[in-house]
Antibody
Framework: QVQLQESGPGLVKPSQTLSLTCIVSGVSVSSGSHYWNWIRQPAGKGLEWIGR???????NYNPSLKSRVTIFLDRSKNQISLKVNSVTAADTALYFCARDLESAAGAFDYWGQGTQVTVS | IVLTQSPATLSLSPGERATLSCRAS??????LAWYQQKPGQAPRLLIYDTSNRATGIPARFSGSGSGTDFTLTISNLEPEDVAVYYCQQRYNWPPRVTFGQGTRLVIK
């Protein structure tokens, strides 16, 4: 069974770098034809796609965040990671990792439970 | 691509049918998905590519539409259907995915 589990520092100071990890179990992040995504949700608001990484390590980012975001794979730990530079209060949100459907890239069938990040 | 959902809130009784709408600012072909998000939970994929139910989703949930206008229909509403429902497009993929602002479903 595929499971995703996000973790992070919880609280980050403005202008610093936010680092999150998503541990994946039940499947290898290095195999198959899936993209692994980061999505965030400010409290009481909608969902914003941050970016994705393929099993090969190729990435795509939301243009509005591209200059500050990096997603990478750690194959040895079977996890994906997210870094957001120069954070502000606007980066405060619940951050999810999600896997997309092999047959429909960009539709997300497995999600973690999310990790809350507050910038203050 | 901007997705606009309506209504913002829908209040119905158990057993009724819910009709949720999603309009795209330009055609997304059939690359439209629907998610259900209950309080304190991650979103759950209900429908992908307009009308394909995701694994384990009951037949009460159905999707239709094409181009710019899409509908999620939930038949025979149950109290457990209380949630916010989001539409999402993957047409201009890459480089990005966008979500609608959500419709809150309330069961009277």
């Amino acid at each position: 069974q595929v499971q995703l589990q996000e973790s992070g520092p919880g609280l980050v100071k403005p202008s610093q770098t936010l680092s999150l990890t998503c541990i994946v179990s039940g499947v290898s992040v290095s195999s198959g034809s899936h993209y692994w995504n980061w999505i965030r949700q400010p409290a009481g608001k909608g969902l914003e796609w941050i970016g994705r990484i393929y099993t090969t390590g190729s990435t795509n980012y939301n243009p509005s965040l591209k200059s500050r975001v990096t997603i990478f794979l750690d194959r040895s730990k079977n996890q994906i990671s997210l870094k957001v530079n120069s954070v502000t209060a606007a980066d405060t949100a619940l951050y999810f990792c999600a896997r997309d459907l092999e047959s429909a890239a960009g539709a997300f069938d497995y999600w973690g439970q999310g990790t809350q990040v507050t910038v203050s | 691509i901007v997705l606009t959902q309506s209504p913002a809130t829908l209040s119905l009784s158990p057993g009724e049918r819910a009709t949720l709408s999603c309009r795209a600012s330009q055609s997304v072909s059939n690359f439209l998905a629907w998610y259900q998000q209950k309080p304190g939970q991650a979103p759950r994929l209900l429908i992908y590519d307009t009308s394909n139910r995701a694994t384990g989703i009951p037949a009460r949930f159905s999707g239709s539409g094409s181009g710019t206008d899409f509908t999620l229909t939930i038949s025979n509403l149950e109290p457990e259907d209380v949630a916010v429902y989001y539409c999402q497009q993957r047409y201009n993929w890459p480089p990005r995915v966008t979500f609608g602002q959500g419709t809150r479903l309330v069961i009277k």
